[in-house]
């Protein structure tokens, strides 16, 4: 099963549950309850170190004071991530039966559900531009209209990192629910994202080409989407 709790949008870490729960522990966010046993491997995978400090985050800016304010993204769902897109059209005759046409994979919607956290209201509301900036962002390929996005295959640090191509913001981000802690800032958000390319990619292999020596040979399909 798909990971959720790690994703890229055009290579920029958007989620990140080990970062959020080690930074809301530093900045003493009161509406998440860190568990770092189960999420640490996160950080094992990818050679991390840093991610309990504010200045390692991707949001971070030294000139912009509420970015030291702002926690991270908390991955609620990702519905579609694990969903087939195949589908076949079905003509039923008048008599008994009826016949299926060609089998087709349609546009892969990823509908999200997350929570923003940070200490002050100023943070979150930073929070919210940054996350708007990095999902409204456009190709610079010719080829695609989108970008890639990556999430581990599944939970674990043996786990691959697998890809969506050409994916690009359907639906913007809405703000669902508001709530104030004592120590924090909280919002609900939802958002639509779409891969143009319904397959799932895993990384470059390496290989050894005609003249002995090693050739990428990637990405390829690791899912079919059937």
Same mark, same amino acid.
């Given at each position: 099963?798909?990971?959720?709790?790690?994703?890229?949008?055009?290579?920029?870490?958007?989620?990140?549950?080990?970062?959020?729960?080690?930074?809301?522990?530093?900045?003493?966010?009161?509406?998440?309850?860190?568990?770092?046993?189960?999420?640490?491997?996160?950080?094992?995978?990818?050679?991390?170190?840093?991610?309990?400090?504010?200045?390692?985050?991707?949001?971070?800016?030294?000139?912009?004071?509420?970015?030291?304010?702002?926690?991270?993204?908390?991955?609620?769902?990702?519905?579609?991530?694990?969903?087939?897109?195949?589908?076949?059209?079905?003509?039923?005759?008048?008599?008994?039966?009826?016949?299926?046409?060609?089998?087709?994979?349609?546009?892969?919607?990823?509908?999200?559900?997350?929570?923003?956290?940070?200490? +002050?209201?100023?943070?979150?509301?930073?929070?919210?531009?940054?996350?708007?900036?990095?999902?409204?962002?456009?190709?610079?390929?010719?080829?695609?209209?989108?970008?890639?996005?990556?999430?581990?295959?599944?939970?674990?640090?043996?786990?691959?990192?697998?890809?969506?191509?050409?994916?690009?913001?359907?639906?913007?981000?809405?703000?669902?629910?508001?709530?104030?802690?004592?120590?924090?800032?909280?919002?609900?958000?939802?958002?639509?994202? +779409?891969?143009?390319?319904?397959?799932?990619?895993?990384?470059?292999?390496?290989?050894?080409?005609?003249?002995?020596?090693?050739?990428?040979?990637?990405?390829?399909?690791?899912?079919?989407?059937?």
């Amino acid at each position: 099963m798909a990971y959720d709790g790690w994703v890229t949008y055009d290579g920029v870490e958007i989620f990140n549950i080990s970062r959020v729960m080690n930074l809301a522990s530093v900045l003493g966010i009161d509406s998440v309850w860190p568990n770092l046993s189960k999420v640490n491997w996160i950080d094992t995978a990818l050679g991390d170190t840093d991610y309990h400090d504010i200045t390692s985050a991707p949001w971070y800016d030294p000139h912009v004071p509420e970015s030291t304010e702002f926690g991270g993204v908390l991955p609620l769902t990702i519905d579609g991530l694990d969903a087939s897109t195949a589908t076949s059209p079905v003509t039923e005759y008048n008599t008994d039966g009826g016949s299926v046409g060609r089998l087709r994979r349609e546009t892969a919607p990823f509908v999200v559900s997350a929570a923003l956290v940070a200490t +002050t209201d100023r943070g979150i509301e930073f929070g919210l531009r940054w996350l708007n900036s990095v999902l409204t962002r456009t190709s610079t390929s010719s080829s695609c209209s989108g970008v890639d996005m990556g999430y581990f295959q599944y939970a674990g640090v043996s786990s691959p990192q697998v890809f969506r191509r050409n994916v690009q913001l359907s639906r913007g981000v809405s703000v669902t629910k508001k709530h104030r802690g004592a120590c924090s800032s909280t919002w609900t958000v939802t958002f639509t994202l +779409t891969a143009g390319d319904p397959f799932e990619y895993g990384e470059s292999h390496i290989a050894v080409d005609a003249l002995g020596g090693n050739a990428p040979t990637g990405p390829h399909i690791i899912d079919s989407g059937v």
